[in-house]
Structures are given as C-alpha cells and as structure tokens.
C-alpha cells in the first residue's frame, strides 16, 4: 500500500508564499502521473495542479493559474506545489495525489480526480 507524507502546509498571511511537498513510499515514482487538489469547507474539489510523468508538461487548474507552481523529483520520489501571491480564497485542504495508465493524462485527471491520494494538509491564508 502506498504511504504518502505531506508537508509544508500552515498559516500564512495573504500575499505570502508557501511550498508543499509529498513524499511517497512506492518503488518508482517515474511512470506516475502527480498532482494537486484542493477542497475548501463547502465547496466542490478542485484540480489545481498535475504534471505527466512522460514529459515533465504541467497543467494547472482555471483558477490557479500563474501562481501555483508543480515540480516533481523522481529520484526522492517527492512532489511539490509552490504557491504564491496567496490569497484567503486559497484556504483549503490541499491533497497530493498520483496515478499511472489513462492516456489523457492530466487533462483527464484534473478533471475527475486520480487514484492513490495522501490524507491532505491544511493551507489558512488570513486577510
């Protein structure tokens, strides 16, 4: 079974930055589709971010754009999610999350969610 770490999360003041990270217990992480989700109380779960295992091409959520920032190190099998310019609205539960075989990808992904998820991490941006 895969084990996840997540870390990073917080408080922090609008305007401000954060990086959250996921560290994952699997033999490889190289043929793994890696992502981001948020959930904020009472709202839907959104894709913000994803990154293809094949090419490194990330996709981010409508919302999130030009702040939120994926990456990946295959070789410490971690992921992160640089996020910037913080604002209250970013306030949610943030998950990472991975997933290996639909030939969409992320396009796919970000849409209907993937298949193995940590247990999330809680992001509080104050105004």
């Known amino acids: 079974q895969v084990q996840f770490v997540e870390s990073g999360g917080g408080s922090v003041e609008s305007g401000g930055s954060l990086r959250l990270s996921c560290a994952v217990s699997m033999g490889t992480l190289d043929d793994y589709d890696i992502g981001w989700f948020r959930q904020a109380p009472g709202k839907e779960r959104e894709g913000v971010a994803c990154m293809s295992s094949r090419d490194g091409y990330p996709q981010y959520g409508d919302s999130v754009k030009g702040r939120f920032t994926i990456s990946r190190d295959n070789a410490k099998k971690t992921w992160y999610l640089a996020i910037s310019e913080l604002e209250p609205e970013d306030s949610a539960v943030y998950y990472c999350?991975?997933?290996?075989?639909?030939?969409?990808?992320?396009?796919?992904?970000?849409?209907?969610?993937?298949?193995?998820w940590g247990k999330g991490i809680p992001v509080t941006v104050s105004s």
């Open positions: 999350t991975a997933d290996r075989g639909n030939p969409q990808r992320c396009t796919f992904y970000l849409s209907f969610g993937m298949s193995l």
